[in-house]
DNA sequence: AGGTAAACCTGGACGC
DNA sequence: TGCGTCCAGGTTTACC
């Protein structure tokens, strides 16, 4: 489900209620995820004040009181949601919940289970030690995701560009919809070797990243099959795709019908007249 | 080392 | 109605 945006979108829903909340308690009827969720996350966590919340790539980062960090990820089909705390069932999926001093409840649903919670105890910074984030590549809306930098990872490279882009080593958050729409803003074949694309359409392609992931957050995401934000609303970028799950429709550029194939067993999208 | 395929899991859409 | 097949927004892991 979620890439960037709408990891970003999900974090601006939940962040008013969880920055400066204390922990009342924490219910895990689910623990199979990802990886287990830890047994002793309970304990660590009760008691603890989120004293910020934060976003590296599509992880959600919860920084606590006591100096440890919570860590989230969606994976492909998860959603966090703020309960109010009067109607608070647990329906199918739902396998965290996380009440607050205020009433309100954290919510995690999550039906395919590629998501993840994990706890990084006290002392560094996690961005840099844990192991899921320090070798993650730079946020595509910040300054250190430019031209030069894309251009030196890409030179040499026979792998696709499109497999580069989704690859969170060279930079984080563009998942397969972003990477369909961004290639096709810049007229790039998301065939073409990595180590074969110009460096005028590396300067436009860096250019589309941002814009479309940008433009992606502005809607609330995008709302494809289930994505909701934290208030249960769903995404409004779907009418702003121009080739992503439009098969055979007309390309908005040239008519000619959009193609889909398949790379490294994720579908893409694109028109073969439009990018070369 | 770099590149590719499979693995994790559930559910919805579709064809017969 | 049911059953088999394919597909899905991510990422790691195992294997050439």
Not at 98 to 123: N, T, V
Not at 245 to 268: A, F, L, M, W, Y
């Amino acid at each position: 489900m979620p890439e960037l945006p709408e990891v970003e979108t999900t974090l601006r829903g939940i962040q008013p209620w969880l920055d400066g909340e204390t922990i009342s308690d924490v219910v895990v009827r689910q623990r199979s995820l990802r990886w287990p969720v830890p047994s002793q996350i309970g304990s660590k966590l009760v008691g603890q004040t989120v004293v910020s919340s934060r976003r590296r790539g599509k992880y959600i980062l919860l920084e606590l009181s006591g100096g440890g960090t919570l860590l989230t990820h969606l994976g492909m089909s998860g959603s966090l949601r703020i309960l109010s705390g009067d109607s608070d069932e647990w329906r199918k999926h739902d396998h965290i919940g996380i009440s607050l001093a205020s009433g309100k409840e954290l919510r995690y649903h999550d039906p395919r289970r590629f998501g993840c919670w994990l706890y990084c105890k006290a002392g560094e910074h996690p961005e840099d030690s844990h192991e899921l984030l320090h070798k993650l590549g730079p946020e595509p809306l910040s300054d250190d995701f430019d031209v030069d930098y894309l251009w030196s990872c890409m030179k040499g490279r026979k792998v696709a560009i499109k497999q580069l882009i989704m690859n969170s080593h060279v930079v984080v958050g563009v998942g397969n919809i972003y990477a369909c729409e961004a290639l096709y803003l810049s007229g790039i074949s998301p065939r073409r070797a990595a180590g074969r694309v110009t460096r005028a359409s590396t300067e436009r392609l860096v250019e589309a990243i941002r814009q479309v992931l940008g433009e992606a957050i502005e809607m609330g995401g995008t709302t494809l099959r289930d994505f909701l934000n934290a208030d249960g609303e769903a995404g409004y970028f779907k009418q702003e795709l121009r080739v992503y799950d439009r098969e055979g429709e007309p390309c908005r550029g040239c008519e000619s019908p959009v193609k889909r194939i398949v790379q490294s067993n994720r579908s893409t999208f694109f028109c073969s007249d439009c990018q070369k």
